[in-house]
């Protein structure tokens, strides 16, 4: 696969899409994971204080930051502007469909279904590059009346995806009175060298989702009115 492409399709690596391309080569071929994500959410409500989606933001950890943007700079000013970027950005929302996104929203326990993801975008700030891109849901959820919650991380855990330590979560638009959330947050990542054979455990599930945070909506019932 060409660098140029390795690059664009980074993002891909749980499918094997990128092998070890993004690997220093100081560490071994099968250590993981490779690249950090510091996550932020925000939940978005919609007039009808129902849950619409979510506006995720990732910034990437500064190694992968210099690799992906590597000859982006079409007019050679020393910067990377939004829509030198924009490509980038497009290739990495388009490979991730298949992925759900590696951000798995639940609704009553069950996998909520997905809209189209089109507003996206990349920036390039203080040597590290964010990926921002809305997650809308197929059908907004009142979260009075059911359970919502979401969790964020790569299965192949090639990508570590970390809640950021200050405001990982907040509430845009509309939300229902007294609502609030939990968080569950998972293990640090930061000094993992987990061989690839121990990624999935003995019923095929990746031990990824041990190191993610959870987020759970907490809105009380909604009080009838007579």
Not at 102 to 121: I, L, M, P, Q
Not at 180 to 198: V, Y
């Amino acid at each position: 696969m060409p660098r140029a492409d390795a690059r664009l399709t980074a993002l891909l690596c749980a499918a094997g899409a990128l092998g070890t391309a993004l690997v220093p080569a100081a560490e071994p071929a099968q250590a993981h994971p490779h690249v950090w994500i510091e996550s932020k959410t925000k939940i978005l409500f919609d007039a009808d204080q129902r849950v619409r989606g979510l506006e995720v933001e990732w910034r990437f950890d500064e190694f992968y930051s210099v690799f992906a943007v590597e000859g982006l700079d079409a007019n050679g000013d020393g910067r990377f502007d939004e829509p030198e970027l924009q490509p980038l950005a497009e290739v990495n929302v388009t490979s991730l469909r298949d992925y759900r996104y590696f951000t798995y929203v639940s609704v009553n326990g069950r996998d909520a279904e997905y809209g189209k993801v089109v507003d996206f975008g990349s920036t390039f700030e203080d040597g590290l590059l964010s990926l921002r891109f809305v997650l809308p849901l197929a059908q907004p959820v009142d979260p009075r009346a059911e359970s919502v919650s979401f969790i964020s991380y790569d299965p192949s855990f090639y990508i570590s995806i970390d809640a950021a330590a200050e405001r990982p979560v907040a509430f845009a638009g509309p939300a229902p009175e007294r609502c609030d959330f939990r968080m569950e947050r998972g293990g640090a990542t930061e000094n993992l060298n987990i061989a690839e054979t121990d990624i999935f455990d003995a019923t095929g599930l990746s031990i990824a989702a041990q190191f993610a945070t959870q987020v759970t909506l907490d809105c009380p019932p909604a009080v009838a009115t007579q």
